[in-house]
């Protein structure tokens, strides 16, 4: 089970801690296979509602119907569906808050995302939110809202601004010797058949780079 841990589970959902490594999507391996091995079935419906990066560790919700998938997917497409990340990044933001917009284009081949200068086929916007909420002398920690999901966003905007994530091996050269500082934080929506808003929030691992900080 990798450790997975499940937070919160009914008929609609499940709320859960992925573990890095694994994939969001369903595949043998992927977070739906791993819930329903949780779940004790392994014919359960599980989906994938949002994703995160295969290194990403922290907050993910599933849904456990199509009904609940689709209630959820348009609460994402309407920006109801809240999520935040925590980052540790090397240097210092220029401000304490601000927000990143770059147009980014995605190469297959390399599995990496760029920021270019220019408008040109497959590139689209990135926009982000950032609050710093700490520092040492050479290491940020920063609170992300992210207004699109492009893949990679989060890694490729903070490295393009000469700010790579602790531990990321894939945008940054530094030789980290930890996993990547970048954790799913809080996540907040309506419940898909109750219509209760939940708000939920997940300190992250008590390991280096987060235990420079008080979270």
């Known amino acids: ?12 959902i499940v709320l859960c801690v992925k573990p890095a490594g694994v994939l969001s999507t369903d595949e043998p391996g992927g977070m739906p296979s791993l819930v329903r091995e949780a779940l004790g079935d392994v014919h359960a419906d599980v989906r994938t509602v949002h994703r995160l990066d295969r290194v990403v560790s922290g907050l993910m919700l599933l849904a456990r119907s199509p009904a609940a998938a689709s209630a959820l997917g348009r609460q994402v497409m309407e920006h109801r569906f809240e999520k935040e990340y925590l980052a540790v990044v090397h240097g210092k933001p220029g401000a304490e808050r601000g927000t990143f917009t770059d147009l980014l284009l995605r190469s297959k081949p390399e ?26 002398e050479e290491l940020s920690l920063v609170r992300i809202t992210l207004r699109t999901g492009r893949t990679h966003q989060i890694r490729c905007q903070f490295s393009f601004r000469g700010m790579p994530l602790v531990g990321d091996r894939k ?42 900080f008080e979270i």
């Open 1 to 12: 089970m990798l450790g997975m841990e499940i937070l919160r589970c009914d008929n609609s």
């Open 111 to 136: 599995r990496k995302t760029y920021v270019v200068n220019e408008p040109q086929k497959g590139a689209q916007e990135a926009v982000l939110d950032y609050a710093v909420l700490g520092q040492t």
């Open 171 to 212: 945008y940054s050269t530094l030789p980290d010797d930890c996993p990547i500082a970048l954790w799913s934080y809080r996540i907040a929506f309506d419940h898909p058949e109750r219509g209760e808003r939940i708000d939920t929030c997940l300190r992250p691992m008590n390991i280096y780079p987060w235990t420079e």
